[in-house]
Nanobody
Framework: QVQLVESGGGLVQPGGSLRLSCTAS????????MSWYRQAPGKERELVAR????????NYLDSVKERFTISRDNAEQTVSLQMNSLKSEDTGVYYC?????????????WGQGTQVTVSS
């Protein structure tokens, strides 16, 4: 059974920092691209950051570039999102996501989400 368990969310003031972590189990972690998505109230879920399985490429939502950093530790089967200079518009539920595509087969898994609230 695949599980993605997020932690590290909470309430932070604008300009502050948070570090989200996601621990994976039940899958060959090193073969999966890992991503963080977020969903704000009344909005669609959006991709925030993604890192390839080999840790070689990362990409970010434009609004979080230079503020957020995604990283992974394949030995520990974790992916993290360091979030600095947080803004109120970063508020939302953050989800860990794992995906793999082999030929025409695609497999993906989601975590349960962790709430991030940026407010004074």
């Amino acid at each position: 059974q695949v599980q993605l368990v997020e932690s590290g969310g909470g309430l932070v003031q604008p300009g502050g920092s948070l570090r989200l972590s996601c621990t994976a189990s039940g899958l060959t972690f090193s073969r999966y691209a890992m991503s963080w998505y977020r969903q704000a109230p009344g909005k669609e879920r959006e991709l925030v950051a993604r890192i390839t399985s080999d840790d070689f490429y990362t990409n970010y939502l434009d609004s979080v570039k230079e503020r957020f950093t995604i990283s992974r530790d394949n030995a520990e089967q974790t992916v993290s999102l360091q979030m600095n200079s947080l803004k109120s518009e970063d508020t939302g539920v953050y989800y860990c996501h794992a995906s793999i595509t082999i030929g025409t087969m695609r497999d993906e898994f989601w975590g349960q989400g962790t709430q991030v609230t940026v407010s004074s």
